[in-house]
């Protein structure tokens, strides 16, 4: 099946394909994740999956409303803003920048649970620039006690500033990847509890665009979305998935099942888990029974070769704690059979 009959399935059914390679530009805070970052991160190898509307319900609603939102996680910025965030975002719009690129992000600015992320009073706030802007400066906030994510719009005055890091170009930044840059802003709060927004600014070095993260968490606690489980996919188009015997120290282990399935391709899903001990990176390998042939894949640098799929991390989710998991998916031509994956850490 050719690539545009392909596209042509899941445009008409979700109105917008996987993308190939959301990192390649721009960037966003990827810890405590970002609502949009967020989403993509927990859904975007299985953005069909109907429970995610019982188990992640924000996230639902922002799939519904644009898929775009979270396909292109790393474009929630506006240009010509001179500094003046307040007078260019209104109140109740901070998550959207404003409702910027024709409303795409506006799903952010939902009331609702969203997804919390639990930190301590001390926490870092990780930012990531796939298109080696640097910054002028990066700013993050937090809301006021009292104020609450799940019942009430966000608004400048909720806001108190914790953190701010000044002129670093992109070569300063630390964390030097092969596909951008990443950063770590120290935050620093005393006596916080419960559920509050992480508000992050970041003014790229980069003509005027400045870039606008709407982080929910929970200070000391439990939080109060579930994390989301895999449903197990219909019997009548997904094979059992292949399960590597329990990792060694520092190794780590892959899971493969069928995600979708229509005529002519499907959709796979691989979950990589850390052993006993942290790792850096990984690698994963399917050994397909005949050919393989992958049309495009996210979370993952994916090539295939003859019967071989190959797998490497993308910068933000190669380093696993130990026995922490991560996940990437891929489009592939044809009816799938099951391989035999294997994790190499690196």
């Known amino acids: 099946m050719i690539i545009s009959a392909l596209a042509g399935i899941l445009v008409a059914a979700f109105t917008v394909l996987a993308p190939t390679g959301p990192a390649s530009a721009h960037g966003n805070v990827t810890g405590p994740a970002s609502r949009n970052y967020g989403c993509f991160e927990r859904w975007g190898s299985k953005f069909q999956d109907p429970a995610m509307?019982?188990?992640?319900?924000?996230?639902?609603?922002?799939?519904?409303?644009?898929?775009?939102?979270?396909?292109?996680?790393?474009?929630?910025?506006?240009?010509?803003?001179?500094?003046?965030?307040?007078?260019?975002?209104?109140?109740?719009?901070?998550?959207?920048?404003?409702?910027?690129?024709?409303?795409?992000?506006?799903?952010?600015?939902?009331?609702?649970?969203?997804?919390?992320?639990?930190?301590?009073?001390?926490?870092?706030?990780?930012?990531?620039?796939?298109?080696?802007?640097?910054?002028?400066?990066?700013?993050?906030?937090?809301?006021?006690?009292?104020?609450n994510p799940t019942t009430q719009a966000l608004k400048w005055s909720d806001l108190e500033r914790v953190a701010e890091i000044g002129n670093t170009p992109a070569a300063q930044w630390p964390e030097q990847l092969s596909n951008g840059v990443a950063i770590n802003v120290p935050v620093r709060?005393?006596?916080?509890?419960?559920?509050?927004?992480?508000?992050?600014?970041?003014?790229?070095?980069?003509?005027?665009?400045?870039?606008y993260f709407c982080s929910d968490v929970n200070f000391g606690g439990t939080t109060t979305s579930p994390p989301p489980t895999t449903t197990p996919p219909p019997p009548t188009t997904t094979p059992p998935p292949t399960t590597t015997p329990p990792p060694a120290p520092g190794a780590c282990s892959a899971t493969y099942a069928v995600s979708s399935q229509w005529q002519g391709g499907y959709q796979g899903t691989v979950t990589v888990t850390a052993g006993s001990s942290a790792i850096s990176g990984w690698?994963?390998?399917?050994?397909?029974?005949?050919?393989?042939?992958?049309?495009?894949?996210?979370?993952?640098?994916?090539t295939s070769s003859g019967s071989t799929v190959t797998a490497t991390n993308a910068a933000y989710n190669g380093s696993l704690a130990a026995g922490a998991s991560t996940s990437f998916g891929f489009i592939g031509s044809g009816t799938p059979a099951t391989p035999a994956a294997a994790c190499t850490a690196t």
């Open 53 to 147: 509307a019982t188990q992640d319900p924000m996230c639902w609603q922002a799939w519904q409303a644009d898929p775009n939102a979270m396909w292109n996680w790393n474009g929630l910025f506006r240009e010509g803003v001179a500094g003046n965030h307040q007078a260019a975002i209104p109140d109740g719009q901070l998550c959207s920048a404003g409702h910027t690129e024709n409303g795409r992000y506006n799903a952010m600015d939902a009331i609702g649970n969203w997804q919390a992320t639990n930190v301590g009073n001390s926490f870092d706030v990780r930012l990531f620039d796939g298109a080696r802007h640097g910054a002028d400066y990066i700013r993050v906030y937090v809301t006021k006690s009292g104020f």
């Open 189 to 211: 709060v005393t006596g916080r509890s419960g559920r509050a927004m992480v508000y992050t600014i970041w003014q790229a070095s980069h003509s005027d665009q400045s870039y």
């Open 283 to 302: 690698r994963v390998t399917l050994t397909y029974p005949s050919a393989a042939t992958v049309q495009q894949g996210w979370n993952a640098t994916v």
